[in-house]
């Protein structure tokens, strides 16, 4: 989550009663833990805002219960137009071992997910670095060659970030990104289910492509997911929200986040592969944590929380309540 109901988590002074608002908004849409993303940015204060943020979430058990871990997405990503997306490719830089010791350093015991490009210059021993480190490494943001994708598997890369985006509008149809990573079976892919970043034709020829395991979904909301239309940061960037939910730099097409509520993308994303709504909802909970390395589900000592939902015969959310600790 790079934020939610109008909290910018890229901000470098977030306090208590801002992060509790987002996470009382994720909790209404039936999102009771979460990674906090941050993205792109100078790399010392990428830094020092994850120290921040970790001593806000460790001081309070309300948060430290809501914040599973942390997603570090970028600065180690293409600088290439497209695979860029909506981050800054001024901020982009190549990865290095130290660079991972300071975020374990800032972030100390916690479970953490960084995104990187593998194609950057010291990506590989970065990666290697990572998983010494405990972390998990996905691919992401990349135009990365088969050979590349392939080595950073070697490495210990283990997911992709929401394919089919962090790439551009029109790839070659013999040899793109989306191929290559599908030539990789045990490259586990995260998806954003709005039926905007993933056309529900790619949505279905994904879900018959690939072992039922390796898809999992993310909502990738920033400040604007759970608010209204109008115009919401995202770190640096201005961007726009129509009555659509698109999320977009203002004037342009190009998509930035989305406004994605993550129960509803469960519903989008069974009415576009025709799964029931509860096989949608595993792959918004169950595996993504397993993937973290979190025991999901119910456990002694772990927050007893549960989502109370009706849901009419035509598969439409009807009423949502979220009960528990």
Known sequence: MNGFAGIDFQQDDLTLSEL????????????????????????????????????????????????????????FLSAEPGFCGAHNPALMCDPTPGHLEALREALPGDPILITLAPERPGSMESIRAAVRLGMRVNLGHTNASADQLREAVVAGATGFTHLGNGCPQHL??????????????????SLIPDGIHVSPSLMTVLHRSLPRESIHYVSDAMSAG????????????????????????????????????????????????????????????????RRMGLEPGLAVGAPAEFCLLRVDPQGRLTHLEVVGA
């Open 226 to 289: 759970g608010a209204p239309p109008g115009r919401y940061r995202l770190g640096a960037w201005e961007l726009e929200v129509g009555g659509d939910q698109i999320v977009r730099r203002p004037g342009t097409t190009q998509f930035a986040g989305s406004a994605l509520r993550p129960v509803d993308g469960v519903f989008r994303a069974a009415a576009m592969t025709g799964a029931p709504w509860q096989e949608s909802w595993l792959r918004f909970s169950d595996l993504p944590a």
């Open 20 to 75: 509790r608002t987002a996470a009382r908004g994720l909790r209404e849409a039936a999102c009771t833990r979460w990674l906090l993303t941050l993205i792109t940015g100078e790399w010392s204060r990428l830094l020092d805002r994850a120290r921040h943020l970790h001593g806000i979430v460790a001081a309070d058990a309300g948060l430290r219960s809501a914040v599973a871990g942390w997603h570090i997405e970028g600065p």
């Open 172 to 189: 070659d149809r013999h040899d793109n990104i989306l191929w290559r990573v599908l030539c990789q079976p045990s490259l586990a892919v």
